[in-house]
């Protein structure tokens, strides 16, 4: 018989080729377990209990109500997932939570979590979506509707904060704001990047544009940011108003909430609201334009899941669509780990053509 294995004229035989290991792949398919635990911890109070005050287990156990059974590895897995730090028996939050997911301190961004937390249940619905195409909220997917309860809305609003706070300060320094006198943020939310904007650039007047039930929410967080009066809220309906015109208009996370229709249809109206040399600003977690790197792919799947028509995209999607809507020329600028800016420059089509 010859032998099948033998390579070159020297008749050795080849090593077996190693088989894969499963384990990566095991581990990835488990991996919603550490998640989860995060997420029913923020939604305990678990990281606002323990910055008050370190504690035991019992204690813990009796403050947040819940039973014997399951606790003490719920709160070893966060020591080993390095959310909680213990000393013998005493819990305390690690240094990132305690900062974090603390609710009583400004930076924290627990609401990014809870939005997670409330999400979680819709990605056991991912097989429904890809079988039907449709959002898998049992709510409303409409802003106006989710908007009735003001709890919703203040739920949303540091949700978003959560989203944008790395956000804000690097735009503020990345895009050149030195010749520009004012910005509007097209759903802008409650200001909490309008306010990281106007904090570098004290010269810009600045505004939000949201939804009128956001304005409360707006009024309080510039009060709580001693914002007060130097940030404007504008009212109203992106889709059903004509948008306000300011040298910049910021679409944040914005775009990935609608179809490419409806995403059109916005930067039409931001290019008629600019002044000829405005900008219009665009971020969002973009998918590679290769469409190989995950986050941004799972980012987008999530947006799926919670909006009709919604999805994250990528760059070169972003810029045909600013061509489409007759802006001249674009630029591509990294933001955080997650964001990349696209600038869409309003130019005279003379100065578009040289310019490209
Ligand atoms: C995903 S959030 C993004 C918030 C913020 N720009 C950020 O980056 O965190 C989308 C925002 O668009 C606002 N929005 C939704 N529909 C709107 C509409 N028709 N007119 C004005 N704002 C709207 C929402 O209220 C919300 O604040």
Redesign the pocket.
């Known amino acids: 018989m010859p032998d099948t294995h033998a390579h070159g004229t020297s008749g050795t035989t080849a090593p077996e080729p190693t088989a894969p290991e499963p384990a990566a792949l095991l581990e990835l398919g488990q991996s919603y377990w550490a998640s989860k635990t995060l997420l029913s911890a923020v939604e305990l109070g678990l990281f606002s209990l323990l910055a008050g005050e370190p504690a035991r287990e019992p204690e813990i156990r009796e403050r947040l109500s819940l039973h014997p059974r399951a606790v003490r590895d719920f709160l070893d897995a966060l020591v080993g997932l390095g959310a909680l730090e213990r000393e013998g028996d005493v819990y305390r939050n690690s240094p990132a939570a305690d900062l974090y997911l603390d609710e009583a301190k400004l930076p924290f961004r627990g609401g990014f979590l809870k939005m997670l937390n409330w999400q979680f249940n819709l990605w056991a619905q991912l097989t429904e979506l890809l079988r039907t195409g449709a959002p898998q909220t049992k709510g409303p997917t ?3 509707e989710f ?1 009735a309860k003001p709890e919703a ?1 203040r739920g ?2 540091i ?3 959560g ?2 706070a790395l ?2 300060p690097a735009l503020a320094k990345e895009f050149d704001w030195s010749g520009r006198r004012s910005f509007i ?6 200001g ?2 309008a306010a990281a904007i106007a904090k570098v650039n004290p010269h810009l007047r600045g505004k ?4 009128p ?2 304005e409360p929410f707006f009024d309080e967080h510039m009060d709580r940011l001693g914002l007060a009066g130097q940030l404007d809220f504008h009212a ?6 004509p948008l306000p015109t300011a040298d910049v208009l ?5 775009l ?3 179809n490419d229709e409806q995403r059109l249809a916005l930067l039409r109206k931001a290019h008629d609201a600019l002044p000829e040399g405005g900008a219009v600003l665009i ?1 969002d977690a973009l998918i590679d334009d290769e469409r190989r790197d995950p986050k941004n792919l799972l980012l987008s799947l999530n947006m799926q899941l919670v909006t009709a028509g919604g999805s994250e995209y990528t760059g070169a999607d972003c810029r045909s669509w600013l061509a489409e809507a007759g802006f001249g020329r674009t630029e591509t600028v990294p933001l955080t780990d997650a964001d990349m800016l696209i600038v869409g420059h309003k130019t005279k089509p003379a100065a578009t053509a040289a310019q490209v």
Not at 185 to 190: E, F, K, L, Y
Not at 208 to 211: K, M, N, P, R, T
Not at 250 to 254: E, K, L, N
């Open positions: 409409h802003f106006d908007y809305v949303f609003m949700a978003m904060d989203a944008n956000v804000g943020d097209i759903g802008g939310a409650r909490n990047l939000s544009f949201d939804l039930p956001v109203g309906d992106f889709f059903t108003d910021v679409f944040g996370h914005v990935h909430d609608w971020y």
